[in-house]
């Protein structure tokens, strides 16, 4: 799978830009600041219809428009052809997105068909960040992978909010507590939907991350824990959820359950975190990509196209290479920096673009 050409209005500091890529290797430079990223984020768009940096549509547009445009034409494994775009204005509350210029009403009807995975030297706080940072890592890729956990998590959060202000208008005397009974049965049905898929999800995950870890960082393998109540059965989660409700009412909010579960990497039973150094946790988020990469491809059969935003200068010269050996051979690729710096022994054939002002040239 391959993105053949991208073009772009008013997308951040873009008036318009059309881009050709190689299909192996492209070559981003520019300085910080010039915009190179911007096109690396419209691709990521273009493939799950919203920013990996996680910002808003109105923080996408550029300066004084009042809309913006994405179009890519992407070409799958079989050869075949097909156009994905989409389009904001302020006039409407979302985005429309079309696949060969037909409006799509759901974004599962897309999700899975175009894979990205994008390295960004943010990935760290993946690692030193939050949970929910950890938690929505692991359910953009099982989604990527099983497109109808959308569908599964996009229940959830419905029937989370709905038994959130149920608990809020009973602490406030508003409703009868019994009320509540019916939303504790869904959302015991939903959590546990959730809580089999992601333990199941992270026995795969593990197994090829631990080696791709050893292999990038030179070091000792590590694994995730997640942290899902230990439950098999409904009726064992209702029965917790029924001892919890006294503490749901106090707090007016669900106080368990998949939207507070964790993903903990340990190594030799200690949390990483703890005592390993800035480059074995880089080194850990740049494996979690390739992990990514490879789980896809050995689920789906499908090619990510790899994304790779200036991420080399985060890396020592050991990593730097054990890094690219992991991925040279993995579909397409596109990397953004400062300054051209060939990579050898990956293809001959690349392109290489300059990016200054909102301004972009083919210089190969």
């Not at 059309?18 to 690396?40: A, R």
């Not at 196209?305 to 200036?310: A, C, F, G, T």
């Not at 054990?322 to 990579?343: A, L, P, R, Y």
Request: aromatic share 12%; with cysteine.
């Amino acid at each position: 799978m391959i993105i053949e050409n991208l073009k772009l209005i008013n997308f951040r500091n873009y008036d318009q830009l059309e881009i050709e890529f190689s299909p192996h290797l492209n070559f981003i430079i520019g300085e910080n600041g010039s915009g190179k990223t911007n096109i690396i984020e419209a691709i990521s768009i273009l493939s799950g219809f919203r920013s990996f940096k996680n910002i808003s549509d109105s923080d996408i547009v550029k300066w004084g428009c009042d809309s913006y445009y994405c179009k890519g034409e992407i070409i799958e494994s079989d050869y075949k052809k097909f156009e994905v775009g989409f389009f904001k204005d302020k006039e409407i509350s979302k985005k429309k997105v079309k696949i060969d210029g037909s409006e799509i009403s759901k974004i599962s009807e897309f999700y899975g068909r175009f894979l990205t995975v994008v390295f960004s030297p943010d990935d760290i706080n993946i690692i030193n960040g939050t949970p929910e940072l950890r938690r929505r890592f692991f359910d953009s890729v099982i989604s990527k992978i099983y497109p109808d956990y959308i569908n599964d998590l996009n229940n959830f959060r419905h029937i989370l909010n709905s038994r959130n202000t149920m608990l809020k208008n009973i602490a406030n005397g508003q409703v009868n507590i019994k009320q509540i009974e019916v939303w504790d049965e869904l959302f015991a049905s939903k959590a546990m939907v959730l809580i089999k898929k992601r333990r199941e999800f992270i026995e795969i995950f593990n197994k090829v991350f631990s080696k791709i870890y050893s292999n990038i960082s030179n070091d000792d393998t590590c694994e995730f824990f997640y942290t899902g109540l230990p439950f098999d059965k409904k009726e064992d989660f209702l029965e917790f959820l029924n001892k919890k409700k006294s503490e749901d009412l106090k707090k007016k909010t669900t106080t368990f359950g998949p939207q507070r579960d964790d993903y903990i990497l340990k190594k030799d039973d200690i949390n990483f975190t703890n005592y390993s150094s800035q480059g074995q946790k880089r080194a850990a988020s740049v494996s979690l990509k390739v992990s990514e990469i490879d789980i896809i491809e050995n689920i789906s059969g499908k090619k990510s196209v790899i994304l790779v935003d200036d991420i080399f200068s985060e890396l020592d010269e050991k990593r730097r290479n054990n890094m690219i050996d992991s991925i040279k051979n993995k579909g397409q690729i596109i990397f953004t920096m400062v300054s051209f710096n060939k990579i050898e022994d990956l293809s001959k054939d690349y392109k290489i673009f300059e990016v200054n002002k909102g301004k972009l040239k083919v210089l190969k």
